[in-house]
């Protein structure tokens, strides 16, 4: 392979008890005792086993959650705000650690993993900050009618399940837990079974800063269907949180509506990338390659379509080509290397599949394109021009280093372009004239848009999506209204 650099991955250390799960402050086996075999997607080799969660293991997290809600929702904000803050500084202080341990079980590169944990252990800063602030969430007042009084006051949803998917095994969970903690929530965290390693660790740095027995509570399983589903059908649970696809999102929308659960869904995007004949070409081809291939391009606000203005699009593509071509693949944990592995097999042939499916119906490879052989599942930077109408990568997330290129004439066409999916999470936009870009972002509908940047991701601002891209925020100070519930006192003195 081109660019590529082999050499071993070392053994992660693990960090908590291998083959158990945290439930109830005990690190207990599936009841089964039966494991799952997680490996490294860049060496295909086991790394370690974890539980294969039963149903009864699941009711087991959710009893442990329940018996645990009351005194956490009592312990005092800052209190609780304390235990964050620790948590946010135990996990910096395990930065390499738990980097170490997201590429070995994810295939991202050290660099991206240790910008990951920044990343994650900020939601534990951001939302401790959010803690202490709590008690400003109320109001209190006479009715407009002067006749008595109002109060309204915030308190937790109740116990919220948690469930996420495998391309930040950190920040996924960290941008879920942090928040359900400091609102006063306990918690079950089902993360995906090809990267359980991370939240186990997640679960132990928190257990020994001193967060109480039962309020994280971890079930890994390889039948999610049936464990969440048994979990769902129990009324105790009060919240769900769920970051995957929208297929099973929907799946899920529908069985939270048997007890008319709190639901936040961060779902699949097709995020555009418009580069306008006015923008800094060097911002936007660096903007580009970032929105593109940060995590291999394995990520909900990857950049899906690229749209350039016909005045630069010559430039750009050539610019970027060069830029996608020098980038070294191979093993992430090796230093240097740029893009990782893909996180399995099946992630792998599907990229290769949209490839394949777009350049048969026409579509013109200007570098990439082809899947090397050996071991490991990885997939050359590529880039994809003149895709005819008809090709499966113009609709689907690609979820994979494949830029897939189109060239647009004016601001209303490429804005109808951006808008013409079901989807609408993130965006980005690339000129200097302001008022376009104001303009511009206004128009598209989606949750975020980035002006002159590849990366809009950040604790303290509102993650989410619009229309199939799912329902409420995370980060920001919504994020933390996801975990209230609000309570009215009307007082007659
Ligand atoms: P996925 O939907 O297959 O799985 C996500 C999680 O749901 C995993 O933990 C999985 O085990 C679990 N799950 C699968 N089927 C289930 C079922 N029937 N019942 C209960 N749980 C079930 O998604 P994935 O392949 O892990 O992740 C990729 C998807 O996630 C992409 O579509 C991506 O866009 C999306 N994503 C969205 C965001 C966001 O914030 N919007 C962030 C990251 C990823």
Redesign the pocket.
């Known amino acids: 392979m081109a660019n590529t650099t082999t050499a071993p991955a070392p053994a992660p250390a693990l960090g908590f008890p291998e083959k158990l799960m945290p439930i109830g402050g005990t690190w207990v086996p599936a009841a089964s005792g039966d494991t799952i075999v997680v490996s490294n997607p860049a060496t295909e080799k086991a790394i370690a086993e974890t539980p294969a969660g039963t149903v009864q293991d699941g009711l087991a997290a959710l009893d442990a959650a329940c018996q645990a809600q009351d005194s956490w929702a009592a312990t005092p904000p800052r209190v609780r705000a304390d235990l964050l803050d620790a948590a946010y500084r135990a996990i910096l202080e395990r930065r390499n650690e738990f980097a170490a341990l997201i590429t070995a079980e994810m295939g991202k590169t050290l660099t991206e993993a240790q910008a990951e944990v920044d990343y994650g252990a900020g939601f534990f800063r951001w939302f401790a900050e959010a803690a202490n602030r709590l008690h400003l969430e109320g109001q209190y007042g006479i009715e407009p009618g002067g006749q008595y009084r109002l109060a309204v006051s915030k308190r937790p949803v109740g116990p919220a399940l948690l469930?996420?998917?495998?391309?930040?095994p950190l920040a996924?969970g960290a941008r879920k837990i942090a928040p359900a903690l400091a609102a006063g929530c306990t918690t079950v965290l089902?993360?995906?079974?090809?990267t359980p390693l991370t939240s186990l660790l997640l679960a132990k740095v928190l257990e020994e800063v001193g967060v109480p027995a039962g309020v994280v509570n971890v079930i890994t399983?390889d039948n999610?269907?049936e464990?969440?589903?048994a979990i769902m059908a129990d009324p105790r649970v009060r919240k769900i949180s769920?970051?995957?696809?929208?297929?099973?999102?929907k799946?899920?929308l529908t069985?939270a509506a048997e007890n008319v659960m709190n639901t936040s869904?961060?779902?699949?995007?097709n995020a555009p990338l418009i580069v306008f004949d006015d923008a800094d070409l060097d911002q936007a081809v660096e903007g580009a390659m970032v929105a593109k291939l940060r995590n291999g391009g394995?990520?909900?606000?990857a950049a899906n379509r690229i749209y350039l203005q016909s005045g630069i699009a010559a430039e750009f593509l050539q610019r970027f080509t060069e830029r996608m071509t020098a980038t070294r693949v191979g093993d992430g944990a090796v230093h240097g290397v740029e893009l990782g592995a893909l996180v399995d097999e099946k992630q792998a042939a599907k990229v290769a599949s949209l490839v394949e499916d777009a350049v048969s119906k026409g579509a013109t490879c200007l570098t990439g394109g082809t899947r090397p052989g050996g071991i490991g599942y990885y997939y050359p930077p590529t880039v994809l021009t003149d895709i005819p109408e008809n090709a499966d990568i113009r609709e689907e997330?690609i979820?994979g280093p494949v830029a897939a290129v189109y060239e647009f004439k004016t601001e209303e066409d490429v804005v109808r372009a951006a808008n013409g999916t079901p989807y609408g999470?993130a965006s980005y936009v690339f000129t200097k004239d302001l008022a376009r870009a104001l303009r511009v972002a206004d128009a598209i509908d989606a949750g975020m848009t980035g002006i002159n940047r590849g990366v809009v991701s950040n604790p303290a601002a509102p993650?989410?999506?619009t229309k199939a891209?799912?329902l409420g925020r995370?980060g920001g100070t919504e994020g933390l209204e996801a975990y209230l519930e609000t309570k009215y006192t009307g007082i007659e003195l």
């Open positions: 469930i996420t998917p495998w391309n930040f996924m089902k993360p995906a079974e090809l399983t999610s269907r464990v969440i589903g769920f970051t995957g696809s929208t297929q099973v999102g799946a899920l069985q869904m961060e779902l699949g995007g394995q990520s909900c606000v997330e979820f999470l993650f989410g999506g891209s799912g995370e």
